[in-house]
Every structure is written in structure tokens, then in C-alpha cells.
């Protein structure tokens, strides 16, 4: 099935467990996206969320092709009002939502050479290139070279990388009919 997460068409209360991973973080308004979730859960049914977020993020040692694939990364990203740091909102926009018993978790993954998601923050931005070049935020031949400087820095196993923080996030329903 494929659909719009903002209004999927789905009949309300369906669900005993609604759950979005790294959905929220795509778009410009991600409460509106909570409140369909909210929708389509039955009342004392449960959301879930499984979210990035990007403001805190490590490789050492440190290296400039790293912070500058950062901030291309950022300015790329946020272009539409999507919310790199939505991972630490997630319990706010639970609340407003209505949700209750919310509880959190948060991850920080920790990538060896050989993990593809080492790779994660070059890779989104390699993937937004033409993008990045039609936003003038770098020349073709300075992406190419910081591509490889960032990549040949990463592919040493001695380098430590963490790219984002995860928030696992849940709430319930509230049932008014208790």
C-alpha cells in the first residue's frame, strides 16, 4: 500500500500498535503525521517512533572533510523544513498529541569499518548532489574531493563514528471509554 503518512485513508482505531521509523524525520511537519498515527490507533493502543537526530554526531579524530560534509549535509536536508534534530521533539510532539505512559530511549550507534551505515551521512549526501550543486552550497569538483577525503578517513578501523543519536519514543492512546 502506498499513501500519504499525513492522511493515509485508513479507517480510524485500526491498530494496536501504529509505528514510524525515520518517517518524521523527512518532513516539514511532523505533528500532523503524529496525529494520523494517533488516529489510526485504537483507544489504549500504541505509537511508536524510531528518529535520528543529527545535531549530535562523532568521528574521531576529528577531520575537516567530516564537519564539512556536516554542514552540507544540514543545509541540504533542511531545505524543505525537515528537522534534523527531530529525535529530542519526539516526546513533546507525543504530548500535544494527546498521548500518555510516553517513555524514551536513546541510542547511539557506534559504526565499525565494515557497517554500511559508517557511511551514512556521505552517502545522504552523495545521494542529494545534484541538489547541493543546484543550492551553490559547494562546486562539483570540491564534493568530489571531499567525498573521497571523508570516505578515505572513515575506511580506517581505527576511526571512531557515530553519525546521529536515535530516540525510540512511545506513548499510548488514552482509552476514554474506561
Known amino acids: 500500500m502506498a499513501a500519504d503518512a499525513r492522511d493515509t485513508g ?7 500498535l501504529v509505528h514510524a521509523r525515520t518517517v518524521l524525520v523527512t518532513v516539514p511537519e ?24 543529527a545535531e549530535y554526531s562523532l568521528c574521531y579524530p576529528a577531520h575537516p ?9 544540514h543545509a541540504a536536508f533542511g531545505r524543505n523544513g525537515a528537522d534534523l534534530c527531530i529525535g529530542r521533539r519526539l516526546t513533546e510532539l507525543y504530548g500535544a498529541a494527546g498521548l500518555e505512559d510516553i517513555g524514551v530511549e536513546a541510542r547511539a550507534g557506534v559504526y565499525r ?22 543550492m551553490g552550497l559547494i562546486g562539483e569538483r570540491e564534493l568530489d574531493e571531499l567525498d573521497r577525503a571523508v570516505r ?3 575506511d ?4 571512531l563514528v557515530m553519525p546521529h543519536l536515535t530516540f525510540l519514543v512511545w506513548g499510548r492512546k488514552p482509552d476514554l471509554t474506561r
Open 30 to 53: 511532523p505533528a500532523v503525521v503524529v496525529a494520523e498515527m494517533v488516529r489510526l490507533a485504537r483507544p489504549g493502543g500504541w505509537i511508536a517512533s524510531l528518529e535520528p537526530d
Open 10 to 16: 485508513l479507517p480510524s482505531g485500526s491498530f494496536d
Open 65 to 73: 572533510a567530516w564537519t564539512r560534509v556536516g554542514e552540507i549535509f
Open 113 to 134: 569499518a565494515s557497517d554500511s551505515r559508517r557511511t551514512i551521512r556521505p552517502d545522504l549526501v552523495r545521494s542529494m548532489r545534484p541538489m547541493i550543486l543546484d
Open 152 to 154: 578515505e578517513h572513515l
Open 156 to 159: 580506517d578501523p581505527r576511526t
